[in-house]
């Protein structure tokens, strides 16, 4: 059974940082591209960042360009997202999310497998 656990949520204030970490069990990481979104309350999920298998092809949303950085260690099936200069609107359940293939994608749909999401918090 794959399980994805995310971690390192919390409560900051704007203009602080914060890194999420997300470990994946149950099957190889091997080929497997990886993403993180985020909901708000009353929003639909939305992406935010995505890696590819091999670590050669990274995207965002524009929202969090030049703020968050995805990476991934293959070696211990954990991906990160290390979030800098956190707003308000950034506030929401960030979860991480497994593709049986290689190559990430923006689309929500096209992921196989999710975790339970972790909350970020980040007061004015």
């Known amino acids: 059974q794959v399980q994805l656990v995310e971690s390192g949520g919390g409560l900051v204030q704007a203009g602080g940082s914060l890194s999420l970490s997300c470990a994946v069990s149950?099957?190889?990481?091997?080929?497997?591209?990886m993403g993180w979104f985020r909901q708000a309350p009353g929003k639909e999920r939305e992406f935010v960042a995505a890696i590819s298998w091999s670590d050669d092809w990274l995207n965002y949303a524009d929202s969090v360009k030049g703020r968050f950085t995805i990476s991934r260690d293959n070696a211990e099936n954990t991906v990160y997202l290390q979030m800098t200069s956190l707003k308000p609107e950034d506030t929401a359940v960030y979860f991480c999310?497994?593709?049986?293939?290689?190559?990430?994608?923006?689309?929500?749909?096209?992921?196989?497998?999710w975790g339970r999401g972790t909350q970020v918090t980040v007061s004015s």
């Open positions: 999310a497994l593709r049986l293939v290689p190559t990430p994608t923006a689309r929500v749909e096209l992921y196989d497998y």
């Open positions: 149950g099957r190889t990481f091997i080929s497997a591209a």
